[in-house]
């Protein structure tokens, strides 16, 4: 089972596209939707929510695979839920670049401050980080050195923040899985 996590457009074709793209690493791909407006309330939603699809799964590697802000839920939430989880160009400071598009940015911060003390410490090897070099969003340099240290990071060449094309790195992210 992949449960994906969509970005801050949660009405994006491009959310189609990636689940049915991810069928092809795994069948059972099933999307779960936040508001993407409220921080605390979405986290709430998505570990009730991923805590259901988990118990509706018989797969022994579930994976959760989050683009952009679902990035950002989708390692915290694999980590509170013991799940590991595949993140594309993963928007690690929502507070300092999501200001004026949602409620309240602060709250990104009080959830990163108060989740678990060095949780990519904890979490080590269990997060697989996909960049892409051409991010008109993101400074993936930042994030890699955020990242790094912690978890495998592969470079993609040719595609923009939104990772309209997940094609390519579908290999690695059933190796991942299953590893």
């Known amino acids: 089972m992949i449960i994906y996590l969509h970005g801050f457009d949660a009405t994006s074709p491009g959310n189609h596209e990636k689940v049915l793209q991810l069928q092809f690493a795994d069948e059972d791909v099933r999307f779960i939707s936040y508001s993407t407006l409220h921080p605390r309330h979405d986290m709430q939603h998505l570990l009730k929510e991923v805590d259901k699809q988990k118990r509706y799964s018989d797969d022994p590697n579930p994976l959760i695979v989050g683009v ?11 980590f509170l839920t013991g799940m590991k989880s595949v993140v594309f160009n993963p928007n690690l400071w929502p ?85």
């Open 68 to 78: 952009g802000l679902g990035g950002f839920w989708a390692e915290r939430i694999a």
């Open 95 to 179: 507070e300092e670049n999501m200001e004026g598009r949602i409620d309240r940015p602060e709250e990104y911060r009080d959830i990163k401050e108060k989740c678990v003390t060095e949780f990519r410490k904890k979490n080590r090897d269990h997060c697989l980080c996909v960049l892409a070099c051409h991010d008109e969003v993101l400074d993936t340099s930042r994030i890699e050195a955020e990242m790094k240290p912690f978890y495998p990071i592969i470079w993609d060449t040719t595609q923009t923040h939104k990772f309209k094309d997940i094609s390519h790195q579908l290999k690695a992210l059933a190796e991942f899985k299953t590893a």
